[in-house]
């Protein structure tokens, strides 16, 4: 449990670091948890990929809103 709690407060971390930076940090909830884990070289047992957040310039995302 403590480590999603830690999860959670690095993720809120990373997302207003990168609106510091100015830009938008998007979490992807749906994705292939085995896939990102082979790409990222973890063993999806001991270490594997809680989330996938999107950084991206947030003026483009405003342009296109």
């Not at 510091?20 to 990222?40: E, I, K, M, N, S």
Request: proline content about 0%.
């Amino acid at each position: 449990r403590r480590m999603m709690f830690g999860a959670d407060e690095l993720m809120a971390e990373l997302r207003r670091t990168a609106t510091v930076q100015g830009l938008a940090a998007t979490l992807c909830q749906d994705f292939y948890d085995a896939r990102v884990d082979r790409v990222l070289l973890l063993d999806g047992t001991e270490r594997t990929t809680l989330a996938v957040i999107a950084l991206h310039d947030r003026e483009q995302q405003e342009r296109h809103t």
